[in-house]
């Protein structure tokens, strides 16, 4: 047996687990619509299968269970939405930029997919009763607290100021915010996403320390 034919061997099992998960990525994409529509609790893998292309096998064979396809599905999600604001941190080039950036895409996200944080806010409350999540939702918040302390970091340099407060408080307030205007954007204020925008601008005016800051969005 050659080197060459070795080489070829060791590549075929990575193949294979490539298109796996190239597979489980595509269905969890297709999965999210009616995850975000009817939630974790009315969310089974054959309901998923009904309101897509996909049967409850294929299902079935990519996902152990609807933990499995719906911590899958939630994943590239937020993925995504990390990625946004990483590319308004690394274009910002003053404190207004930033500011303008950071509650612009904010109250985009806000706009188009209410849905898609809903069931995000459904899924990490039920870590509360499934321990199955657990892990996978504290890695993911984990992951959204870091993104949240980069856009900081980006403000202290821009202002000369160093972040007094801890990455967990600075994420808490601005994850507060954020759910408290979905509670209200889905329950038809139309007022929501500007009063968000004006609030985040408020507290990170107080956290950032910069003195030219205002509140109105």
């Not at 408080?169 to 996403?193: E, P, R, T, W």
């Amino acid at each position: 047996m050659t080197s060459q034919t070795v080489t070829k061997l060791d590549r075929v099992p990575r193949q294979r687990v490539d298109k796996f998960a190239e597979r489980r990525a595509e269905l969890a994409e297709a999965a999210l619509q009616t995850l975000s529509e009817l939630g974790y609790a009315r969310t089974s893998l054959r309901e998923i299968a009904q309101n897509s292309e996909f049967t409850h096998g294929v299902l079935h064979y990519y996902f152990s269970d609807k933990v499995d396809l719906i911590l899958c599905s939630v994943r590239q999600y937020k993925t995504r939405c990390v990625t946004r604001y990483d590319q308004i941190t690394a274009d910002a080039d003053s404190y207004d930029a930033l500011m303008t950036g950071f509650v612009t895409v904010l109250a985009q996200t806000m706009r188009e997919e209410a849905h898609m944080h809903r069931l995000w806010y459904d899924i990490r409350s039920q870590t509360l009763f499934e321990t199955a999540f657990r892990a996978d939702v504290a890695e993911l918040d984990k992951s959204l607290e870091n993104m949240i302390w980069r856009i900081m970091c980006r403000f202290a340099e821009l202002t000369g100021e160093p972040q007094t407060l801890p990455p967990p408080v600075i994420y808490a307030m601005i994850d507060g915010l954020f759910q408290q205007c979905l509670l209200k954007h889905l329950s038809g204020d139309a007022q929501a996403i500007a009063q968000m925008q004006a609030d985040v601008r408020l507290v990170l005016s107080k956290i950032t320390r910069n003195p030219d800051a205002t509140a109105e969005v």
